[in-house]
Structure formats: C-alpha cells, structure tokens
T-cell receptor
Framework: GENVEQHPSTLSVQEGDSAVIKCTYS??????FPWYKQELGKRPQLIID?????GEKKDQRIAVTLNKTAKHFSLHITETQPEDSAVYFC??????????FGAGTRLTVKP | GAVVSQHPSRVICKSGTSVKIECRSL??????MFWYRQFPKQSLMLMAT?????????EQGVEKDKFLINHASLTLSTLTVTSAHPEDSSFYIC????????????FGSGTQLSVL
C-alpha cells in the first residue's frame, strides 16, 4: 500500500518568514494530494490540495508543488503568522479509502 | 466546505462498557465514511471504511468485533467500541466526502475517549 513520509517533524520560524514542509509517497498511482491543518484538539481542516495532472497550485499565502517523477510534494507557506501555528499533515491517495497520511509537522510561528 | 458532525466530543467510561460514536454528514450524502484513530502527537491512522448498506472494511490489525461499525443511512455512520479497556483510550475521528470517489474529505470534530 501507499506509504507517505513527511519532514520535518517540527518546524519553528519567525513571523513573516516562509515555511516549507515536504512529503514523499511510494505509490506512483497516487493522484490526489491534500494538505490538512490541525489545531490542538480540533478536526483536521483541508487547506489545499493538488492532483497529479498539475505541478503547482497556489491560494494566497499557501502553495503546493508536486513532482510526480520524484514522487514528492511540498507545502509552502509565505509571510507566516502566529495563527499558522498548528500541525500540518500531508496525504496521498488513489481513492479515498486508501488515503494515507504523513506523520505530521508541528509548525510554530514565533511573533 | 461540506460539514461532518461527530458526537460525542468527549466520553469517559468504565472499563468493560461499550461506547458509541456517531458521525453525520449534514449537507451531503456519503456512501462511504472513514474512521481514524489518533494518538497524542501522532498521525491519523485509518481504522476502517464504513460502507452504506454493506459491511465495513477494516484495516489490518483492527479487530472488527472490537470496533463495530454500522452505516445504516447515507448520512450516518456509527463506531461502537465494545468492552472498552484503557488501551482503547484515544482520539477517534471520522471523515467523509461529498463525491465518494477520490475527492475532498472533510473531518468530524473528533471524540476523545478515556477508559478508566
């Protein structure tokens, strides 16, 4: 089955700096790659997703890039703010019932 | 986005009792829902796929007699933790997607289960 690895496990940045989180996946058939933000004790919230027919997608301060050949995708957050502090999970799937999540990255944005 | 409701948000029970957790899709129909378990500071581990009108599909290592899943309607799936023990204490969370296929998944708010 699919195996998703995520790095780093923790990331601390200064407010205003950029943050990058990277994930790799094992199954070349995976075609859907969402990113979720989870605040402590709350539900994961979908923040951006990308499909395998697209190399990059942007939504305001958030962008995701996908390299199908290398089987890795990354989340980029620019101009970070303290409210960006949370745990971020990447995921990869072919179908929803085989979606696998990365281990998560705890992002801390220091004011 | 679509709304998935999960209840209760927190439950404390005695060892040996059973606990039922409900997951509802409020503004869409979901033929498939997913149940996860999340330990503190860890990732979401898929436990089972709940299929409306048929048996749930369990991930390897998940006891189907321990974690009973019922998906009786297109908007409701329930997870029952039977004969709960302290090691079952965890954060349980469900998800569903409006399209059913490989589309966006939305999560319930989770249930923190504490077994004494």
């Amino acid at each position: 089955g699919e195996n998703v690895e995520q790095h780093p496990s923790t990331l601390s940045v200064q407010e205003g700096d950029s943050a990058v989180i990277k994930c790799t996946y094992s199954d070349s058939a995976s075609n859907y790659f969402p990113w979720y933000k989870q605040e402590l004790g709350k539900r994961p919230q979908l923040i951006i997703d990308i499909r395998s027919n697209v190399g990059e997608k942007k939504d305001q301060r958030i962008a995701v890039t996908l390299n199908k050949t290398a089987k890795h995708f990354s989340l980029h957050i620019t101009e970070t703010q303290p409210e960006d502090s949370a745990v971020y999970f990447c995921a990869a799937s072919i179908r929803n019932n085989d979606m696998r999540f990365g281990a998560g990255t705890r992002l801390t944005v220091k004011p | 986005g679509a709304v998935v409701s999960q209840h209760p948000s927190r439950v404390i029970c005695k060892s040996g009792t059973s606990v039922k957790i409900e997951c509802r899709s409020l503004d869409f129909q979901a033929t498939t829902m997913f149940w996860y378990r999340q330990f503190p500071k860890q990732s979401l581990m898929l436990m089972a796929t709940s299929n409306e009108g048929s048996k749930a599909t369990y991930e390897q290592g998940v006891e189907k007699d321990k974690f009973l899943i019922n998906h009786a309607s297109l908007t409701l799936s329930t997870l029952t933790v039977t004969s709960a023990h302290p090691e079952d204490s965890s954060f349980y969370i469900c998800s569903a997607g409006p399209m059913g296929g490989n589309e966006k998944l939305f999560f319930g708010s989770g249930t923190q289960l504490s077994v004494l």
